[in-house]
């Protein structure tokens, strides 16, 4: 296998959706890579494309859903030139994805047992035995009590962050690389969340995977990623580490979303939310998608679509503003 | 009127018969709950799902019959009274902005509907301004009165929700988790409503949120639930800023603060564990099986909400 710096390396991808309305561009050309056991978070609402791109790297799109354009290259190769054999060894082994919703990505009628063993089968040459060893020790690593028992028991016998431990188990099965994890924590309360978040890390620290991390909860990425990603209308808005992005923030959609947001600071003023509606994605504006619900919309936002630039060391954001400023610097 | 609050809750007890095997055992959503809310107040209700606080609300409008306990409304006791003319006086708004409309109404019907059922308007053309006030009141374009509730975003769904609550023109509104759904962006724009519409109109707000930091922001006073039973009660600010319960600091500690500073710098108090079933409710206190504090005292009987100075209510024995 080629030398590789990155274990994920995302170049201008696109992902398109057939729809009886037209075609559906979900995700417009979405760069970005990551480092051996780092993490990454894509945050965006509804509709930015974030669950998609994380969809497109691991192939599992909708029928009506295909990457039209781009690359992704896992250590070195690109994958999406991958056959549906090679990819299926590609899902578990090489990389992982844990869901939203642990109720409905379990399967009722299976044993928690059965459904890690058959993760362990499919990619290792275990016996049954073996598969249920290696399960019982997966259960007892993510701190499921009574591993021994739970093996052998169905999804609704769990509650909600069990579930959520159990779906991390089995991504974590076969040792994979990467692991996706999308809104890993939305459906669960936040004293659970909390032990979940916890979980995910110690595992990084453990068995040094990569992890991606998706969701429209600044606060769960806050703390933990080494470089975030905030996305909108399929395209990538601004990156950078998390100081970057909360503190000196360079677009003005994630401007936007720090100041709508409560926090203890703004606590008794009123919030400033960003106006209009979510985008859609049929009737994308023709320049910046944010640009409809920009205040400091410019005549150039709504024609050109703006090219991500270089604001700090490793902050790049897709703005118009920030090229007036340098402007505007420069005849200063 | 005879008091000084507009809603009066004491003692209330919910529970639901739950059939085991061959036995029914009663699942005790709400156990001994008591709070006032004062003209004009939001009182936020923070807790984890299953903790009873949607029951609070949905009992205090009468969508269930309380098992026991007394809610006064004005001085007058609920139960007592017309649940007509008790509904003109208190409204909901739900959480789920797409299952709460009804898909084959037009916007106008079911903002109209309130005012069908209390006869609010003498003719058709009265109806129709009336609710076209109501739509501007919460930004809604009066051009879409003729759409069906399909045709709009989450966020104006949730304002259509609210424009149908206005209608009756309420002292009391129950928001039972309204902006859970909606994105983040469209959040603040909803909570801004809400306070905007406190303003003008002079209304209560019990808010049910799981988010403590939308709580916060809107809230008066913020009581916090755990399975059934209120664990405190306190000024907002002064909850976020010194909470005495156990439960209450594990669960401020726990919510995620989106800034990387504090984040790194915030201690976590992980709880152990699950909430028990309510099916199987530890003796005591409830929250005694994940408290580190936890004595034996705790095992035998639940504590009082007794007060800690300046209205801050704790439930605890050992804080």
Known sequence: MADYKYVIDVQDLHTTFKTDKGDVHAVNGVNFRLEPGKTLGIVGESGSGKSVTSYSIMQILANNGRISGGKVLYKGEDITKWDAKKMAGFRGKCCSIIFQDPMTSLNPVFTIGYQLEEAVLLHTNRNRKEAKERAIEMLTLVGVNEPEKRVDQYPHELSGGMRQRVMIAMALACEPDILIADEPTTALDVTIQAQILELMQDLQKKLGMAIIIVTHDLGVIASMCDEIIVM?????????????????????????????????????QRLVPIGGT?????????????????????????TEVPEELQVGENHRAACWMNVKKMYEEANA | MSSEYLVEVSHLKQYFPVRSGFKTIPLKAVDDVSFNIK????????????????????????????????IKFEGEEVTEKNIHALRKEMQMVFQDPYSSLNPRMTVEDIIGEPLDVHKLYSNRAERHEKVISLMETVGLNAEHATRYAHEFSGGQRQRIGIARALAVDPKFIVCDEPVSALDVSIQAQVVNMFEDLQAERGMAYLFIAHDLLVVQHISDRIAVMYLGHMMELAESDELMNNPKHPYTQSLLSAVPIPDPETARNSKRIILEGDVPSPLRMPSGCPFRTRCKYATEQCAMAMPELTDRG??????CWNR
Do not use: Q, W
Request: charged share 20%; proline share 7%.
């Open chain 1, 232 to 268: 909108y209308g399929g395209r990538v808005c601004e990156r950078g580490t998390a100081d970057d992005i909360f503190y000196a923030p360079a677009h003005e959609y994630t401007k936007g979303l720090l100041r709508s947001i409560p926090t203890t600071e703004n606590n008794g």
């Open chain 1, 278 to 302: 979510p985008i859609n994605l049929l009737n994308m504006p023709k320049g910046c998608a944010f640009c409809p619900r920009c205040d400091a919309a410019m005549k150039i936002c709504l």
């Open chain 2, 39 to 70: 003209p004009g107040e939001t009182l936020g209700l923070v807790g984890e799902s299953g903790c009873g606080k949607t029951t609070v609300g949905r009992t205090l409008l009468r969508l269930y019959k309380p098992t026991s306990g007394s």
């Open chain 2, 310 to 315: 300046e209205g801050h209510m704790v439930a």
